[in-house]
């Protein structure tokens, strides 16, 4: 009896060729579950697309948003940004979307999970970790690391021989991965450093040159950390997330070219257009500089970069993502208010930004004194602070005071 097998599918070069490499080599049955997490495609065209390619089922699962609520928008409120540029939209897909393929694999009985991501790569520490972490029963399948494909060339031969359509060509050979945060570019051009990205290898944002010649100014509202309100309209974390791609879109704004170290050791390059979240980071960043107190809010700096890391590696499934999740939510309860963004040929300036929250007084920052800072209190205070300072000065001076006394030998 054959076993069912559901595949993580998308529609891309990979996993269109994974169905029939499945069924030549495994007695299975194949399922395709299709994550929406709001990559754009026909959904009903993929579908129809996996069932001729030989699926026997395709499941499609609306994530979008889970994705956005629950993964991204945690994100932000962690303030977790990879290798200084990198905003995780990839990184933060996977958990969602291998969440769903174990509850698709586990309603259908299936045996088996699989996904089309190489060897070399992060997603599939994603996808394998989440696998383990929710149903250690499954089997895990991963076709780059069992055929003898090796390239994107041979894949393409692969479909070809096999009547799949699909989009990638030897001319547009670029890896991308798309949803509702981001869009992510690798391959043809971009494998080498020392080259700049062609100009068509941009899909979500304007250029710098073709922006409009204006500033556009837009206003982000928070929650507890949580981004509720564009322009002053409150809006749900989709159409939120949507709005903010097409204002910061036209603006040329959220583009990066990032050379990255990825989890099994490898440097890759790609470039990244995440054009909500370049503004929702730098507003979120603006309003926590408002509302935390100095040494929360550098703690929780060194807990962005670990929170950064457990996504970005693929460990979203772990006690420890959770710990820091109940920190960081402890941590925004008082971020609220306000952020005004001026937008410009790819640049994001801050014009303004309040909170009911405010630890910032105008009172004790102006330059002119007044009652509520003693100017003769910093004596003391600094006098304290230097003490370790003024001792380790003492015994300097000691010691060399003694050394100079010392007798000088000289060798006969």
């Known amino acids: 009896m054959s076993e069912k097998i559901v595949l993580a599918y998308s529609g891309g070069l990979d996993t269109s060729i994974i169905i029939p490499w499945l069924l030549?080599?495994?007695?299975?049955?194949?399922?395709?579950?299709?994550?929406?997490?709001?990559?754009?495609?026909?959904?009903?065209?993929?579908?129809?697309?996996?069932?001729?390619?030989?699926?026997?089922?395709?499941?499609?699962?609306d994530l979008k948003e889970q994705f956005t609520r629950d993964y991204c928008f945690a994100a932000v409120r962690a303030g977790a940004v990879y290798e200084h540029k990198y905003l995780l939209g990839t990184s933060l897909a996977r958990p969602p979307i291998a969440k769903a393929q174990v509850e698709v694999a586990l309603a259908e009985g299936a045996a088996a999970v699989a996904h089309g991501c190489t060897g070399k790569g992060n997603d599939q520490v994603r996808?394998?970790?989440?696998?383990?972490?929710?149903?250690?029963?499954?089997?895990?399948?991963?076709?780059?690391?069992e055929w003898k494909i090796v390239s994107r060339e041979d894949a393409i031969d692969y479909a070809q021989s096999h009547g799949v359509e699909v989009s990638a060509t030897r001319q547009k050979i670029h890896s991308r991965d798309r949803n509702m945060w981001h869009i992510s570019h690798e391959g043809g051009e971009l494998e080498d450093p020392a080259n700049a990205p062609f100009d068509t290898t941009w899909q979500l944002t304007n250029s710098p040159q073709s922006a409009p010649d204006k500033v556009e100014t837009v206003e982000i509202g928070f929650?507890?950390?949580?981004?509720?309100?564009?322009?002053?309209?409150?809006?749900p974390p989709v159409a939120l997330v949507e709005l903010l791609n097409e204002i910061a879109g036209r603006n040329a704004v959220g583009?990066?070219?990032?050379?990255?170290?990825r989890f099994v050791g490898i440097k890759s390059r790609g470039c990244y257009e995440t054009p909500a979240g370049t503004l929702l980071v730098t507003a979120h960043r603006e309003l926590e500089a408002l509302c935390l107190d100095r040494d929360l809010m550098h703690y929780k700096q060194q807990v962005a970069l670990k929170y950064a890391e457990l996504v970005y590696y693929g460990l979203w499934f772990t006690p420890l993502r959770q710990a820091l999740d109940a920190f960081v939510n402890a941590t925004q309860q008082d971020v609220a208010g306000t952020v005004t963004l001026d937008l410009y040929k790819g640049n994001v300036m801050v014009a303004g930004r309040t909170s009911p929250n405010s630890l910032y007084r105008t009172d004790m920052a102006s330059f002119t004194m007044g009652e509520s800072y003693n100017q003769k209190d910093a004596e003391g205070f600094i006098r304290i602070l230097g003490l370790p300072a003024r001792s380790l000065a003492v015994l300097k001076k000691e010691r060399a005071a003694a050394a100079a006394k010392e007798p000088v030998e000289v060798d006969a």
């Open 24 to 61: 030549e080599n495994y007695d299975c049955e194949v399922i395709a579950m299709i994550g929406d997490v709001g990559q754009g495609d026909d959904m009903d065209a993929l579908r129809r697309k996996a069932l001729k390619t030989g699926a026997s089922k395709a499941v499609i699962v």
């Open 127 to 145: 996808f394998e970790h989440a696998f383990q972490a929710l149903a250690p029963e499954l089997k895990i399948i991963a076709p780059w690391r």
């Open 223 to 235: 929650e507890a950390g949580t981004p509720v309100s564009v322009n002053g309209q409150a809006l």
């Open 255 to 261: 583009r990066i070219d990032l050379v990255e170290n």
